[in-house]
């Protein structure tokens, strides 16, 4: 019996438990990691109190069904900012956020960053947008006591000075780190983290359930193209768009290549910023044969890859749900993370770089990997199995990080507080 005095212990209480990131933002790769890491929540921490910290969290509260807060106070924040009074409401913002985050971590005995590339910049990025929020979710751990796990998460070598000190704090700054592949980690150190005793685990989604067997053959001649609104990376913003004219010319050839061929194609995106691409790819080529998927989940691009015979795709979880599918699949490769995932999965000589996507060499690349289609499926199955392995470590490593004195009950509860 606990007497009036006693403040109750971490026992008395139920885990509290809050995700945090770009979630629920149109994303869905982001919102696949959150998937994966709430579903290990619900099944072994099924008592916890869980909620989250997200850019989108209309999208979040609806679709997940837990409590959410945004992750801005200034509702602008990721739109280009021109006139004087838009400046001061994100200069104000960058001050607000510091307080909402602090306060919201502190309700929490632990606060997950589920995977995604949080600690790169592979893509353009400011770095007083979500590298700054990332550093302030670290530092406020870190001040109220809060433990902030980064977990599976991607990371690339950041060249500009302000992006790279913000995400290199953030990580010293967080009380566990573990990474989706060997170059996330090496990445790190190269930047000066001590990642001694980080490991490298799987990329999150990997762990997300394949989509079920059986049903109707696959049909071979059925190609999925996954696009993307890419514009290079962060050193790469004073030539973006002559990079994305040429990404988006040599992808749209490739694709009439395939339909003067007589092949179905399937044109998939990964954000809702690649729809301009998927309708310029329509218009242009204009063939009945050609048509865009609505993939709103990592769920529904692993059930459109599992029915094709093959894949090109560009973004990475594009890729992770293709390989996941089993299906023999081409990289367009944007990054070194993208060229990491292939080679690990046994694919390695089907890379064709997004910056000069050649489409009489991406055809040729295309007809070999159908060529070895039948070899590579069980190599894929293989590998699949492995990733599975590596997953299953990393939330074991997670109990000391989630439960130290925390029971586990038996229904899901979730924080009733909003905002």
Known sequence: MTSPREKPSRRQRPLRVGLFGLLGSGNVGNDGSLEAVLGHLRAEYSGAVVDAMCGGPEEVRARFGIPTTRLNWYSGEYRTASRAGAILAKAAGKVVDAVRTAAWVRRHDVVIVPGTGVLEATLPLRPWGFPYSLFLLCAAGRLTGTRVALVGVGAATIGRRATRTLTCWSARLAAYRSFRDDLSRDAMRTMGVDTSRDEVYED???SLPAPAAGGAPVPRDTVCVGVMAFYGGNDDRARGDEIHRRYLDGTTRFVRALAEEGRRVRLLTGDDIDRPVVEAILDAVDSPLVTAAETDSL????????????VVA?????????????????????SAKSDTLMARMGLAAFRHSAREVDPDRLLEQFRELEKRSAQLRPVLAERNAAAARRLERQFTALIPVLSPGAGRTDAVTTRQETS
């Open 204 to 206: 999150l989604a990997f």
């Open 299 to 310: 769920a529904d691009l692993m059930r459109e890859t599992a029915a094709a015979g093959t």
């Open 314 to 334: 560009t973004r990475y979880h594009n890729l992770v749900c293709a390989l996941k599918a089993g299906t023999p699949t081409l990289a367009l490769s944007y």
